[in-house]
């Protein structure tokens, strides 16, 4: 297994990334899209994208504008972050990879976590073949009780990173519910006591995709897959669902 440190532009700004290839060429690749404060060096990311590329996927992480830490923290403010903003960044992330020349493209997979999964799905990207989401909501609400305070026109997060109030502005341009309609074989993940998006909203979002469809509630699961037994299960379920759907016959 290879991995390279890569960068590309959205819109002017840089984003920084990570490619893990494998030994066999032209292979199906997955692009891991993760959480709204989160980055590609968070948590599962690193993992799951080691784990893929294992089984013989290639897996291009990266983190949307304004996200990371250190010389690969994203061009961009956090505070401007929108859902428009980062499906450029994800398709923008695609271009990048069809340059490369390094992965098969009619073979392409997508695995979104939370804020990520909104992504894939409201994308409606007709290059991706199978999708996986993760802990993903079908709509966010705007904050109107503690531990969410809005404030001098941002929205303050629990962690006290702020968000302008166009962020949901720019939800309302985008319905999930019909999204989904067109996703690709998508399964969707959730953990049973997520503690953020409540699982509710992984029964919607099943209801609503056609098939072929899939939905997996892992028990005692919490919104990020933190502990290891979980984070195995939705390696071993996602591997199962892109080695049915991106695997030449």
């Known amino acids: 297994m290879k991995i390279e440190s890569v960068s590309f532009y959205a819109e002017g700004k840089r984003l920084y990334g990570n490619l893990h290839l494998p030994a066999n060429k032209n292979p199906p690749c997955i692009i891991a899209l993760h959480g709204l404060e989160s980055s590609k060096d968070s948590g599962k990311w690193p993992i799951l994208a080691s ?25 961009g403010d956090f505070e401007d972050t929108s859902l428009t903003d980062r499906i450029k960044d994800y398709e923008a992330a695609l271009r990048f990879l069809e340059e490369t020349c390094k992965v098969d493209m009619g073979r392409l997979g997508i695995v979104g976590s939370s804020f990520g999964g909104m992504v894939a799905i409201a994308a409606q990207n007709k290059k991706i073949k199978s999708m996986v989401t993760l802990a993903t909501p079908y709509t966010l609400s705007r904050p109107i009780k503690p531990p969410l305070k ?7 997060l629990s962690s006290g990173r702020r968000l302008k109030e166009k962020f949901f502005v720019d939800l309302q341009k985008h319905d999930l519910l019909k999204a989904v309609k067109d996703a690709p074989p998508i399964l969707i993940i959730h953990g049973s006591k997520d503690e953020l998006v409540p699982v509710d909203h992984a029964y919607r979002l099943y209801e609503s995709a056609k098939k072929p469809k899939e939905l997996k509630i892992i028990e005692g699961a919490n ?7 979980d984070l195995d299960k939705i390696i071993k379920l996602s591997l199962k669902w892109f080695k049915k759907y991106l695997t030449k016959v």
């Open 51 to 75: 784990s893929f590329c294992e089984a013989g996927f290639a897996c291009l992480r990266f983190s949307f504008r304004g996200c990371g830490e250190g010389t690969e923290k994203s061009e």
């Open 150 to 156: 809005i404030e001098e026109g941002y929205c303050v």
């Open 223 to 229: 919104h990020t897959f933190s502990q290891a037994k």
